[in-house]
């Protein structure tokens, strides 16, 4: 597949590599189950609970790296001004 996207974009033919490799990544990427946003939403809610406590990341709502930064931009910003004292 990769040869045939390589041809794709290049004038002359390619030849045939001379070894290749599968590498899988198992477990690299969240599997969202079916109602993950709204179980999203409930854990959001929870969060808010917590001063202080903000969540982020391919857990939440998109595991490419644009939906990542995304999320972390989401989480700073409901960050407070000032830190947050735990505890007595
Ligand atoms: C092989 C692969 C290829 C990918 N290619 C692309 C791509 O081409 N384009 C794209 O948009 N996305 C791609 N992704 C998806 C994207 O890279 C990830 O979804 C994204 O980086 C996840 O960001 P994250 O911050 O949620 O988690 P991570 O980047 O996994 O960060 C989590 C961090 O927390 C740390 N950590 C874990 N446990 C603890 C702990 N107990 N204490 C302290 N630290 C801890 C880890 O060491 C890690 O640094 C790819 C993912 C994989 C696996």
């Given at each position: 597949m990769a040869l045939t996207?390589?041809?794709r974009v290049r004038?002359?033919?390619l030849s045939e590599p001379i070894d290749a490799v599968v590498t899988r990544w198992g477990g690299g990427l969240p599997q969202y189950a079916v109602g993950h946003l709204e179980r999203i939403k409930t854990v959001r809610a929870s969060i808010a609970q917590v001063p202080?406590?903000?969540i982020c990341g391919a857990v939440m709502e998109g595991v490419?790296?644009?939906a990542c930064i995304a999320s972390?931009?989401?989480?700073v910003s409901e960050l407070?001004?000032?830190p947050?004292?735990?505890g007595p």
């Open positions: 996207d390589l041809q004038r002359e033919g202080g406590l903000v490419g790296i644009p972390a931009t989401r989480a407070p001004a000032s947050v004292r735990m």
